[in-house]
T-cell receptor, first 110, second 114 residues
Framework: EDQVTQSPEALRLQEGESSSLNCSYT??????LFWYRQDPGKGPEFLFT???AGEEKEKERLKATLTKKESFLHITAPKPEDSATYLC???????????FGTGTKLQVIP | GAGVSQTPSNKVTEKGKYVELRCDPI?????LYWYRQSLGQGPEFLIY????????DSGLPNDRFFAVRPEGSVSTLKIQRTERGDSAVYLC????????????FGPGTRLTVT
């Protein structure tokens, strides 16, 4: 069974203080690893898909990286508007089921 | 264009009652997913539709849960004999097709069973 573990559960940063969120996973034949952002009371918002170890993707202050066992979401010089819960998910080969982690709740203090 | 919409946004029902939750996907998206999210947890996969057919219903917790998508667009999640443990936010997502990994989520329906 696919598993996703995210750490830390919560992270509090000062504005401008860079950090990384971790996503460890086990999956049978990785089809894709996804990062989503979720604001309170809203559905998840797609950020990135990573397909193979060594791949990296960037969007504004966010950069996602992937190894065979984990993914990192690096946040550079965060701003208060980056405050949200960040979800990691995986999809194995041959099926459509997507397994999510429990998320990291990020708070960026001005 | 319009995103994924879900109705109602909130639903309160009594234990044992029947409920229907509706999802309107993005126009033209053939793949549709239902998830359930409890407080402090990530979304939990329930069912996946490709067109009108349920291609993967392995996440449905028991036979009280059923979903349809008769015309390949709007989908309805149906829960019979609701239990307090069914209380959660029910999320719907759509993607262009089954090969697209980018899922667009709706705002969810918050179901409370009293």
């Amino acid at each position: 069974e696919d598993q996703v573990t995210q750490s830390p559960e919560a992270l509090r940063l000062q504005e401008g203080e860079s950090s990384s969120l971790n996503c460890s996973y086990t999956v049978s034949g990785l089809r894709g690893l996804f990062w989503y952002r979720q604001d309170p009371g809203k559905g998840p918002e797609f950020l990135f898909t990573l397909y193979s170890a060594g791949e990296e993707k960037e969007k504004e202050r966010l950069k996602a990286t992937l190894t065979k066992k984990e993914s990192f979401l690096h946040i550079t010089a965060p701003k208060p508007e980056d405050s949200a819960t960040y979800l990691c998910a995986v999809q194995g080969g041959g099926y459509q089921k997507v397994t999510f982690g429990t998320g990291t709740k990020l708070q960026v203090i001005p | 264009g319009a995103g994924v919409s879900q109705t109602p946004s909130n639903k309160v029902t009594e234990k044992g009652k029947y409920v229907e939750l509706r999802c309107d996907p993005i126009s033209g998206h053939t793949a549709l997913y239902w998830y359930r999210q409890s407080l402090g947890q990530g979304p939990e996969f329930l069912i996946y539709f490709q067109g009108t057919g349920a291609a993967d219903d392995s996440g449905l917790p028991n036979d009280r849960f059923f979903a349809v998508r008769p015309e390949g667009s709007v989908s309805t999640l149906k829960i019979q004999r609701t239990e307090r443990g069914d209380s959660a936010v029910y999320l719907c997502a759509s993607s262009r097709d089954g090969n697209s990994n980018e899922q667009y989520f709706g705002p969810g329906t918050r179901l409370t069973v009293t």
